[in-house]
């Protein structure tokens, strides 16, 4: 979870008494919407004409389907006089993704923007995103199980973590008290991992039904609170730890003057179980690795990505990405600008080469990254908080240079995302208060 402060934000699409719902569409909006919707209204050849060479590739639907959804898309677009558009998110009236809403009929979602060429070859055309469960009050940390072939997901406020199973797409509560957990993953032996806000510490549930506290502190010193974990082939854990727990809402604040509790006034053992023992904020924002010895060593620190957030290795386990996301409960300094940072992994696993992979800026819009995951190819999913900037929440999709290559336009915040699926090809984004997904035409890489 990150911070909102810090990402200003401009008011979009307000309604204006008189206008109709086609200027609407026209004013205060985006560069990029604008040319979203040309592109809607009067690129229907070029659609036809992706649609007819997408026919003829393996990802498509037989016996020309493709035409027929491009034929679809035209007819209505060309025989309008007016402008003519799919329901979107930025749409007035917006698309309705529940399970009520009418079905996607256009080929290739219109919530999935392809800003490189590249990305067509990724996204998958006759597949629409679905929103799977609502409901809940901040959504994050989805990890898939491929064993038990579910996904599970943090419902961080509500003090539980859910889970949605394939096979009959039902959810139901996975886990309750979770300690306010924020991330999941499974390691390589598909056991999950879990980052507690609560407590302040990351847990392993083993396979017997035990569970093992793998960090609390590091040289005497208690954890802020974990916020996401990666599993890496030699038996190690990385995980971050910025400070987004000390609060009431997804935690506990700290006690009586500690940085995220300065005035005394909050009572962090309210609503506790007898016992609780609340902790105290005494460590900067940094990043450790749990060795398969148990000790805990420092890998990042505050100084060199401030408030890290997400974090997640390159296909080959030579690189690794931490979004620095906005100021948290407790922060003395400004804390993060909403970006992405890379490390070289080397052979002993010591970082070097620390560099800035994006300023997430899109269209002037600051798409605020949250989780993070790659796919095979090394390309970079990263969750999008864009504040009230309406359209640029969701997922931005980078190539391993650092370019853009797309997008997925969500109606809520973005947290956090994990490939999933039997085949690890269906992209799952926790958003806000809801469960999405798409499928793709690439994997995960890495377990959970």
């Given at each position: 979870?990150?911070?909102?402060?810090?990402?200003?934000?401009?008011?979009?699409?307000?309604?204006?008494t008189?206008?109709?719902?086609?200027?609407?569409?026209?004013?205060?909006?985006?560069?990029?919407?604008?040319?979203?919707?040309?592109?809607?209204r009067?690129?229907?050849?070029?659609?036809?004409?992706?649609?007819?060479?997408?026919?003829?590739?393996?990802?498509?639907?037989?016996?020309?389907?493709?035409?027929?959804?491009?034929?679809t898309?035209?007819?209505?677009?060309?025989?309008?006089?007016?402008?003519?558009?799919?329901?979107?998110?930025i749409?007035?009236?917006?698309?309705?993704?529940?399970?009520?809403?009418?079905?996607?009929?256009?080929?290739?979602?219109?919530?999935?923007?392809?800003?490189?060429?590249?990305?067509?070859?990724?996204?998958?055309?006759?597949?629409?995103?679905?929103?799977?469960?609502?409901?809940?009050?901040?959504?994050?940390?989805?990890?898939?199980?491929?064993?038990?072939?579910?996904?599970?997901?943090?419902?961080?406020?509500?003090?539980?973590?859910?889970?949605?199973?394939?096979?009959?797409?039902?959810?139901?509560?996975?886990?309750?008290?979770?300690n306010?957990?924020?991330?999941?993953?499974?390691d390589?032996?598909?056991?999950?991992?879990?980052?507690?806000?609560?407590?302040?510490?990351?847990?392993?549930?083993?396979?017997?039904?035990?569970?093992?506290?793998?960090?609390?502190?590091?040289?005497?010193?208690?954890?802020?609170?974990?916020?996401?974990?990666?599993?890496?082939p030699?038996?190690?854990?990385?995980?971050?730890?910025?400070?987004?727990?000390?609060?009431?809402?997804?935690?506990?604040?700290?006690?009586?003057?500690?940085?995220?509790?300065?005035?005394?006034?909050?009572?962090?053992?309210?609503?506790?179980?007898?016992?609780f023992?609340?902790?105290?904020?005494?460590?900067?924002?940094?990043?450790?690795?749990?060795?398969?010895?148990?000790?805990?060593?420092?890998?990042?620190?505050?100084?060199?990505?401030?408030?890290?957030?997400?974090?997640?290795?390159?296909?080959?386990?030579?690189?690794?990405?931490?979004?620095?996301t906005?100021?948290?409960?407790?922060?003395?300094?400004?804390?993060?600008k909403?970006?992405?940072?890379?490390?070289?992994?080397?052979?002993?696993?010591?970082?070097?080469?620390?560099?800035?992979?994006?300023?997430?800026?899109?269209?002037?819009?600051?798409?605020?990254?949250d989780?993070?995951?790659?796919?095979?190819?090394?390309?970079?999913?990263?969750?999008?908080?864009?504040?009230?900037?309406?359209?640029?929440?969701?997922?931005?999709?980078?190539?391993?240079?650092?370019?853009?290559?797309?997008?997925?336009?969500?109606?809520?915040?973005?947290?956090n995302?994990?490939?999933?699926?039997?085949?690890?090809?269906?992209?799952?984004?926790?958003?806000?208060?809801?469960?999405?997904?798409?499928?793709?035409?690439?994997?995960?890489?890495?377990?959970?």
């Amino acid at each position: 979870m990150r911070s909102l402060s810090g990402f200003k934000s401009t008011p979009r699409n307000r309604t204006r008494t008189g206008l109709t719902s086609a200027s609407l569409g026209r004013i205060n909006r985006p560069a990029e919407h604008n040319r979203e919707d040309t592109m809607t209204r009067q690129e229907a050849p070029e659609q036809e004409q992706r649609a007819q060479n997408a026919a003829l590739s393996r990802r498509t639907l037989v016996g020309g389907l493709a035409l027929g959804a491009a034929a679809t898309l035209a007819g209505p677009a060309l025989a309008q006089t007016g402008p003519a558009a799919p329901p979107t998110t930025i749409t007035t009236p917006p698309r309705d993704f529940g399970p009520g809403g009418a079905p996607t009929t256009y080929f290739w979602d219109p919530d999935i923007i392809a800003v490189d060429p590249s990305f067509n070859d990724l996204a998958q055309p006759n597949t629409a995103i679905k929103r799977l469960y609502t409901g809940l009050l901040w959504a994050e940390g989805p990890a898939w199980s491929a064993q038990g072939r579910y996904l599970l997901w943090s419902d961080i406020p509500n003090n539980r973590q859910m889970r949605w199973t394939e096979d009959d797409g039902r959810v139901s509560v996975f886990r309750s008290p979770s300690n306010n957990s924020n991330g999941n993953s499974f390691d390589f032996q598909g056991r999950q991992l879990s980052c507690e806000h609560l407590t302040r510490r990351v847990t392993r549930y083993e396979h017997d039904g035990t569970a093992t506290v793998l960090a609390e502190s590091y040289q005497g010193k208690k954890l802020n609170s974990p916020n996401d974990i990666a599993a890496h082939p030699d038996g190690s854990y990385w995980f971050t730890d910025p400070p987004y727990g000390g609060q009431l809402y997804e935690g506990e604040p700290d006690v009586a003057g500690g940085p995220s509790n300065a005035g005394g006034k909050l009572n962090p053992r309210i609503g506790q179980p007898a016992g609780f023992v609340p902790g105290k904020r005494e460590l900067p924002t940094n990043c450790y690795r749990i060795d398969p010895s148990g000790r805990i060593d420092l890998v990042v620190t505050e100084d060199q990505v401030p408030d890290p957030n997400g974090l997640c290795f390159s296909p080959d386990y030579k690189k690794l990405y931490i979004a620095s996301t906005g100021k948290g409960p407790g922060d003395t300094g400004a804390g993060g600008k909403g970006e992405i940072f890379v490390f070289d992994v080397g052979t002993d696993n010591k970082l070097s080469n620390l560099k800035r992979f994006s300023d997430c800026v899109i269209d002037g819009v600051k798409c605020g990254p949250d989780g993070l995951r790659c796919d095979v190819n090394g390309n970079l999913w990263a969750s999008s908080n864009a504040g009230r900037a309406v359209g640029y929440s969701g997922v931005t999709v980078w190539s391993p240079e650092g370019k853009l290559l797309g997008r997925i336009r969500l109606p809520e915040v973005c947290g956090n995302v994990c490939f999933g699926g039997p085949k690890r090809n269906r992209l799952f984004m926790a958003a806000s208060q809801s469960l999405y997904a798409v499928y793709t035409a690439t994997q995960g890489a890495g377990p959970g």
